[in-house]
């Protein structure tokens, strides 16, 4: 069983990809799933291999609205009493799923307990989505996935932070000569589709400072890239420091981090 010191923030994928994504973040008296695309058991499972419960977390934030972050979220909220954390004009794409009395609307700052969440926004083919950060006592996390592009306004926020979870979804190369529809494929290279590996690369060159520990690529497609690919595409970029790149796997839980 994996502990962590409640000094520490802590964070770990359960799972990512386009079959389903879950994270947990772990913040001394606050702990947060983010995402729940997935099955209430497996998430449970992932919980208690840790040695928490569902009652030990403070809320659910999700990023939008696709299946694949959200599918478990109906499920879920009939077994918890967890409440969904989401920006108010997010709601219209969940409402079908989570009721009202279910959710507490976050602005662009938030104080949880002990913990800071700040949003910020991303780009894609959903009315609403969102990146986090999320800092607890001095150490912070970033949070991005499923985003055409980042804005450069928001540099400044997401540079040098502890742990980053980045989506390294495909290499461009491999999309282009693979089975996707052409509509597909323009989808998924639009700036309201997915980071490649070089996008993501290239990215990470500008974020990653002399506090940064930790990278998880993550949402890596089944399709469209390969671990290697997208590993060795990061490496080449973040050569020299003293960094571990951690793949998000779709079936397997990540180790837990800790910073």
Do not use: W
Request: hydrophobic content about 35%; charged content about 25%.
């Amino acid at each position: 069983m994996q502990c962590l010191s409640t000094k520490n923030l802590g964070f770990m994928t359960v799972s990512s990809g386009s079959k389903g994504n879950s994270s947990l973040v772990l913040c001394g008296k606050t702990k947060l799933i983010i995402d729940d695309g997935i099955t209430y058991s497996r998430l449970k499972k992932s919980i208690e291999s840790i040695g928490l419960s569902f009652k030990d977390f403070s809320g659910i934030l999700i990023t939008h609205a696709h299946s694949d972050h959200v599918k478990g979220l109906e499920m879920l909220l009939k077994h918890t009493q967890l409440k969904v954390l989401i920006p108010e004009e997010m709601y219209d794409e969940l409402k079908e799923i989570v009721p009202k009395s279910k959710v507490v609307f976050i602005k662009k700052h938030n104080k949880l307990n002990d913990t800071e969440i700040t949003l910020f926004r991303t780009s894609h083919d959903t009315a609403c989505s969102v990146g986090y950060i999320i800092t607890y006592e001095d150490k912070s996390l970033v949070y991005i996935t499923d985003t055409g592009y980042i804005n450069r306004k928001y540099f400044d926020i997401l540079s040098n932070k502890n742990i980053y979870l980045i989506e390294s979804n495909h290499d461009e190369e491999m999309l282009r000569n693979g089975p996707y529809p052409p509509f597909l494929k323009a989808r998924v290279l639009s700036d309201h589709g997915h980071l490649s590996n070089k996008m993501t690369a290239s990215y990470l060159e500008k974020f990653v400072g002399k506090e940064t520990k930790y990278v998880f690529l993550a949402h890596l497609s089944e399709h469209n890239n390969t671990e290697k690919l997208a590993l060795e595409e990061t490496q080449n970029k973040l050569k020299g420091k003293n960094i571990e790149i951690i793949i998000a796997s779709q079936y397997e839980e990540s180790k837990l981090v800790e910073v």
